[in-house]
């Protein structure tokens, strides 16, 4: 089974891109983060002709998460318990979605950006990671050796090898010791970041659009894949589909994100629709 996770920063400006993507890389279930579209306007269409289920929580044109499988789609659902909320009054925001996917259990996962540490926003996302960990550590528990991923995007760079130039960032959101440390809880708690020890430090899955970033490679790898140990054991291969992030063409639907696919290989069978027929 191949699976994906992927900030598309804004699904409808990049449809065409993203479902030709998802064919032609052989990719089974795939996890979305920044789709920017209320659930209304879902493009449920486009992938169900492309022979994928989805399953999508959106609330309005920001955020938004989505899981999209050609290996089925069970048990979804939208937020964890204790999520808390932003703004005022306090309102939950489209930020997480899980379901079940070829027998693999699957969180998208939009991590608040913290936008500066004196910003609201910055204690908001500590404490939407702390209630995500309390939340995931009962998911484990109560389904004991199934595998468990929480992947997508958390806003934040592991390590100082995860950033192009650490001093660019002194002071500034996603390095931050309690950043870290709340990300650290997870590999804590029995998780595995298992993609990097498959393509080594300084692999990217972020580059902003301002000032030839990629190009220059001035990247960060803030797009993890978090797995419980019936997940890691499973893991034969990963990498960053850097590709994704360069121009193709000027047709609507087919500009790059700012993030690139991060893409995990797994023991797994993928139960195809029509295999063995």
Not at 102 to 119: A, E, F, I, K, Q
Not at 160 to 174: E, L
Not at 175 to 196: H, I, K, N, S, Y
Request: with cysteine; proline share 7%.
């Amino acid at each position: 089974m191949r699976l994906a996770t992927w900030n598309v920063n804004s699904l409808r400006s990049r449809l065409d891109r993203v479902v030709e993507w998802l064919q032609t890389s052989g990719t089974d279930v795939c996890a979305l983060q920044e789709t920017k579209v209320p659930d209304a306007k879902f493009p449920v269409m486009a992938f169900e002709a492309a022979g994928y289920e989805v399953a999508f929580h959106g609330l309005n044109q920001w955020n938004g998460v989505a899981v999209v499988s050609r290996v089925g789609i069970d048990d979804v659902q939208l937020g964890f318990d204790g999520c808390p909320g932003f703004g005022d009054p306090l309102a939950t925001e489209a930020r997480a979605i899980g379901a079940t996917c070829g027998g693999v259990r699957l969180w998208s996962l939009y991590v608040p950006n913290g936008r500066t540490v004196d910003d609201p926003h910055y204690a908001y996302k500590l404490e939407w990671l702390a209630a995500l960990r309390r939340a995931a550590s009962t998911w484990d528990a109560e389904h004991p050796g199934r595998p468990l991923a929480l992947v997508g995007d958390w806003n934040i760079a592991p390590t100082d090898d995860d950033v192009w130039d650490p001093a660019v960032f002194v002071g500034s959101t996603h390095v931050t010791e309690p950043e870290r440390a709340a990300l650290r809880a997870f590999l804590d708690d029995g998780f595995t970041d298992v993609v990097l020890p498959r393509t080594g430090p300084g692999v990217f899955s972020y580059w902003d659009y301002q000032q030839l970033a990629f190009p220059k490679k001035r990247g960060m790898r803030i797009d993890l894949v978090l797995g419980n140990d019936a997940f890691t054991e499973k893991v034969t291969g990963a990498f960053v589909d850097r590709e994704q992030r360069k121009p193709k063409g000027s047709s609507t639907g087919q500009g790059p994100s700012d993030h690139a696919p991060v893409v995990v290989d797994l023991d797994i069978a993928p139960d195809l629709p029509g295999a063995g027929a």
